[in-house]
């Protein structure tokens, strides 16, 4: 070991420079990987970028519409943030949000129009949460009490719920697909009762909604007793089975907590813009980005928010993109080079690297320094 | 007997299930060294965009696979990086290398004035050894009349079976899947045998990319593989990580896929269950059998590698 030129050794706790340094390198990182190959295909890099920021914030419409493309990505990604840490590994964002969205879609046209919004609306979003709920427990409850490998079933259920989801429009006759069309089937609308109302171009109050929930769960896992307990099985379920905490019903909990949110996306998502089930509008990954989104903010349940609304910019920045003949699929790539370069960065967060010691140091030098 | 719909179903799960076997197999290699990989589903879409882009570019069908092997190889050390000298978490560092396979391999499909988007494939992989032997009752159809790439994934699995179990390399790589600390005074260089076989797992999804992009889907789209490296990743538990039954697994898988077309053929009342609804089946057999192989007891009997995804730590021993 002594000819080494570095060491490597586990840190202790990172300083919080370090904690915010490390993620926005990442996006620097990713950006300049995402702009060689941009420049390697013939596109101007500073410009496309350029056009990217001008269409995320450069106008007011451009900032409303980056914030309806963060509102799902907050709840997605305090979804998979909640998981993860507990070392639930749900991938099923995506299903769960998809099933939140036929589970709010579904209560609202059964609710009809007879309902007033300050029932209709809570109604819709908690049902897309229990839709979420729901589709978690499918996996969860065989992990928690036979053992099952829930990374695998919970990416299953992600594709079993999108051909729920086709099967609700296109393969069927059922509430959720519009009767009225029938050259190529769409969702029903849902009453404009359970619609959430806008009040800046497009945006709706669903960014709140999204906001409150996030600092919700912040609350819950931070400040609670069930939090603390939930903590505690997250960094050694041995030594929470010894401090007496029920271990199974923790991990279910958290499991059903992280389906909710993802749910509540998919309520919010179709009681917000979209207004029906709709099979184009709602499969866009959002379960996934989630992901991205809790890697990128070190699974903290409040820097969630701010950079889903950095992701939010992004998605928002493929349309435009397409105006100058850039293609959409630079926004996913670069999305997915900042998850890499994110995923690297934990390495600095955990870890010190330093010069071996020089020969001993006197220890009267040190006195007198 | 040979037109018969079971016959006509088996011979097109063998075609569906080709992509599966090089993936799983690829993946048994990485996950027998001890290193989860979940960015099967973004090695085998950066391989199809590759041996695509090739084959378009030189119309050459081997051009194409070579540079699709060698796409998902160098596309696979992401992964050996982070996991195996970072030792970060495999299972996120899996996803992300999925997550940007999927966008790399869309962007590199429409990026440029002239873009592969929408473009059929210059050449296919065509069914060879045809002709009278092909038309032999039920061994004809089964074993003549593929394409060459479907003989290669036997070849794979044979030889990834050998590998495994009767060569001193194989011994070694299990050796450091199971216990890598022991492997490592006995010797072997943990973190090389790792990284070859992350390496040689990113190749094989590589390849298993390319037969999407050039035999069975031969039009270049955004996302031309399904689930498949999903799949893959079940495949490979159902599989209990023996390259001989992951090509049985792979047929059954590509059997399930294959079902929507079987079940139009036979008439009412089977060809009216909504293609939507059948759209499902592979996945609900994967959680099905997820759920009775890997549960309790059961779990220990299977064979999964130790350590798997286990970071192995040298100086902390």
């Keep these: ?369 | 007997m040979n037109e018969s719909v079971l016959m006509l179903t088996v011979v097109a799960a063998i075609g569906l299930g080709t992509p599966l076997i090089f993936a799983t197999i690829g993946e048994i290699i990485t996950e027998r060294a001890g290193i989860l990989n979940l960015g099967v589903q973004g090695m085998m879409l950066v391989g199809a965009v590759a041996g695509f882009w090739a084959t378009f570019t030189t119309e050459s069908l081997a051009l194409g696979v070579i540079v699709a092997v060698a796409a998902g190889a160098a596309f696979s050390v992401i992964h050996a990086f982070t996991s195996i000298t970072l030792r970060v978490s495999q299972i996120v560092s899996g996803l992300a290398l999925t997550i940007f396979g999927i966008g790399l391999a869309s962007f590199l499909g429409q990026v440029g004035s002239d873009p592969l988007v929408g473009n059929p494939s210059k050449k296919v992989f065509e069914p060879i050894l045809t002709g009278g032997i092909a038309d032999w009752p039920i061994v004809g159809p089964l074993i003549f009349g593929h394409d060459i790439l479907v003989y290669v994934s036997w070849l794979v699995a044979f030889g990834a079976s050998y590998y495994l179990f009767h060569t001193r390399m194989g011994l070694s790589l299990r050796a450091v899947g199971e216990d890598p600390a022991s492997s490592e005074s006995a010797g072997v260089n943990v973190s090389r045998v790792r990284y070859i076989h992350v390496i040689v797992g990113g190749a094989l999804a590589g390849l298993g990319g390319a037969y999407f992009s050039l035999a069975l889907v031969p039009t270049w789209q955004d996302d031309p593989i399904g689930a498949a490296g999903w799949i893959a990743i079940a495949l490979v538990i159902l599989a209990s990580w023996r390259p001989g039954r992951a090509v049985f697994a792979a047929y059954l898988f590509g059997a399930a896929e294959r079902i929507q077309f079987t079940l139009q053929t036979l008439g009412e009342p089977w060809s009216s269950i909504p293609s939507t609804l059948l759209a499902m089946l592979p996945f609900v057999l994967a959680i099905i059998a997820m759920i009775v192989l890997t549960s309790g007891k059961r779990a220990r009997y299977l064979g999964a590698p130790a350590a798997l995804g286990i970071p192995y730590f040298r100086e902390q021993r």
């Design chain 1, 1 to 369: 070991m002594a000819n080494r030129r570095f060491i490597v050794e586990p840190r202790g706790l990172a300083s919080w420079r370090l904690r915010v340094l490390v993620p926005v390198l990442s996006v620097v990182a990713a950006l300049v990987v995402g702009g060689i190959f941009l420049a390697l295909t013939g596109e101007n890099p500073f410009e496309v970028y350029g056009q990217m920021v001008d269409s995320a914030f450069g106008s007011t419409r451009g900032i409303s519409e980056t914030l309806i493309s963060a509102t799902p990505l907050i709840l997605t990604g305090v979804a998979a943030a909640v998981a993860f840490k507990m070392l639930v590994w749900n991938i099923g964002g995506e299903g769960q949000f998809i099933m939140g969205a036929i589970f709010a879609a579904g209560f609202a046209i059964w609710l009809g129009d007879g309902a007033p919004a300050f029932i209709a609306l809570p109604v819709v979003i908690l049902a897309g949460g229990l839709g979420g709920a729901v589709w978690a427990s499918i996996a969860a409850i065989p992990r928690v009490y036979l053992g099952t490998n829930e990374i695998i079933t919970t990416l299953m259920l992600n594709f079993i719920a999108l051909a729920l989801m086709n099967f609700l429009i296109f393969g069927s006759s059922s509430p959720w697909r519009d009767p009225e069309v029938s050259t190529f089937p769409q969702g029903r609308p849902i009453p404009d009762a359970a619609r959430l109302p806008e009040f800046f171009n497009r945006l709706d109050v669903g960014i709140f909604i999204a906001i409150a929930l996030a600092i919700v769960a912040w609350f819950l896992i931070g400040k609670t007793g069930w939090g603390f307990a939930v903590r505690i099985v997250g960094d050694s379920a041995d030594s929470a089975r010894y401090a007496g905490i029920g271990v199974p019903q923790k991990i279910l909990g958290i499991f059903l907590m992280s389906g909710a949110y993802a749910g509540f996306a998919g309520g919010l998502f179709v009681s917000g813009p979209v207004g029906a089930l709709d099979p184009r509008s709602l499969d866009l990954g959002l379960g996934f980005t989630g992901i991205i989104v809790a890697a990128l903010a070190g699974l903290h349940l409040l820097v969630v928010i701010p950079v889903a609304i950095l992701m939010g910019a992004l998605n928002n920045a493929g349309p435009a993109l397409q105006s100058i003949g850039v293609p959409t699929a630079t926004v996913s790539m670069l999305q997915g080079a900042i998850l890499i370069f994110a995923v690297a960065g934990e390495f600095f967060i955990a870890n010190r690297i330093r010069r071996p010691d020089p020969d001993p140091v006197p220890e009267l030098e040190e006195v007198a320094a």
